[in-house]
C-alpha cells in the first residue's frame, strides 16, 4: 500500500524520537565508559565526551588489584546464578498449581498471593523475620526471601492456562504424574517465557544493592553493588590504594602510577566492571524477550 506524504512525516517523526530517545539512554554508560578509559586528571578538566582524551587503563589496573571487588563480583555471580534459577523454578512450580481449574480453594489462594504483591508487613517486621530464622549475615539471606516472585507467577499462570489442554491430557494417558507432566510437557514448550523471567530475576539480584546493606555484615558476602555503592559514598579511592600498597614502601611505584586517578574515573571503572557482564546476557536471549514480555497481556 502507498504510503501518503502524512504517513511518512510520521514515520519520520516516530524515527527521530526514537533516535533521541536511544541516544538519551544510551549516552550516559557510553559516557561511564569513555571517563573509566581517560586519565582521572584529564577528565577532571571536563570536556571528555564520546571519546577518551587521554586514553589509559591505569583506572581498571587498579580497580582489578582490589581483592574486594573480585570478592564481590563472585558473591554476586553466585547469587544471581542460584536466585535465579531457585526463584524460576518455585514460581513456576506454584504459578503451574495454580493454573489447574480443579484446584480446590483456587480463588482463596490466588487472591492471597496478589494480596502480597501489594501489602507487606515493611522493613521491620521482614528484618525481625530474617533474624528469627537465622538468615543474617548469611549468603541465603540474599536467596530465600526473593525464592517466590507472584508477578513472576502471575505471567507463568497466564501462560500455563493458555496451553491446551490435549497436552496434558495425553501425557497423563501415558501414565505421566502432576510432576511428569510440568517437568517433560509443560517446562519444555515454555522456554520464551522462562528466557524473559530469567533474565528480569537475574537483573534484579545482580542490582540488588539494599538488602546486603541492611542484612550483611560479613565483608566476604558483600556484593559488587553494595561495594559499588559504599565506593562512591565515601569516595575511598585512598582508602583503595592504600590496601592495595599495604603501606610497604616498596610498593611506592604503585601509587606513583596511580597519581593521575581521581575518584570519578576509579568510580567509572568500578561501575562497568559492576555492570558490564549483566548486559552481555541480553544478545543470548533477545529473540525471546519480545514474546515473553508479551505472554502475560494475551490472557487473564
Known amino acids: 500500500m502507498k504510503l501518503s506524504r502524512g504517513d511518512h512525516f510520521m514515520q519520520a517523526v516516530i524515527y527521530v524520537l526514537l533516535i533521541m530517545l536511544g541516544f538519551v539512554t544510551l549516552y550516559p554508560f557510553w559516557n561511564s565508559l569513555v571517563i573509566s578509559f581517560n586519565v582521572g586528571s584529564d577528565t577532571a578538566l571536563g570536556g571528555v565526551g564520546i571519546w577518551p582524551r587521554a586514553f589509559t587503563l591505569e583506572n581498571y589496573y587498579i580497580v582489578l588489584q582490589d581483592t574486594r571487588l573480585l570478592k564481590a563480583l563472585l558473591v554476586t555471580v553466585s547469587r544471581t546464578v542460584a536466585g535465579t534459577a531457585l526463584s ?25 498471593t496478589i494480596f502480597t504483591l501489594y501489602f507487606s508487613g515493611g522493613l521491620i517486621p521482614f528484618y525481625l523475620l530474617c533474624r528469627a530464622l537465622g538468615l543474617m549475615d548469611t549468603f541465603w539471606v540474599m536467596i530465600i526471601p526473593g525464592v517466590i516472585s507472584v508477578y513472576n507467577m502471575i505471567i507463568f499462570r497466564t501462560f500455563f492456562m493458555g496451553l491446551p489442554d490435549g497436552l496434558e491430557e495425553s501425557a497423563k494417558i501415558d501414565g505421566c504424574s502432576h510432576f511428569g507432566v510440568f517437568f517433560r510437557i509443560v517446562v519444555p514448550v515454555s522456554g520464551a517465557v522462562i528466557a ?12 540488588d544493592w539494599f538488602g546486603p546493606t541492611i542484612f550483611i ?44 586517578i581521581t575518584s570519578k574515573s576509579l568510580t567509572m571503572a568500578t561501575m562497568m566492571v559492576a555492570t558490564i557482564p549483566i548486559v552481555l546476557i541480553y544478545p543470548f536471549i533477545q529473540r525471546h524477550f519480545i514474546k515473553g514480555v508479551l505472554i502475560g497481556s494475551l490472557k487473564g
Not at 198 to 205: E, P, Q
Not at 231 to 241: C, D, F, G
Open 88 to 112: 524460576i523454578f518455585f514460581t513456576a512450580l506454584l504459578a503451574y498449581g495454580m493454573s489447574k481449574r480443579e484446584l480446590i480453594g483456587k480463588k482463596f489462594y490466588v487472591l492471597f
Open 196 to 207: 524473559t523471567l530469567s533474565l528480569f530475576t537475574a537483573v534484579f539480584h545482580w542490582n
Open 217 to 260: 555484615q560479613n565483608p566476604n558476602l558483600i556484593p559488587i553493588q553494595t561495594l559499588l555503592t559504599q565506593i562512591v559514598n565515601s569516595n575511598a579511592m585512598t582508602e583503595q590504594l592504600q590496601s592495595i600498597t599495604g603501606g610497604n614502601a616498596a610498593a611506592m611505584d604503585e601509587l606513583q602510577r596511580a597519581r593521575t
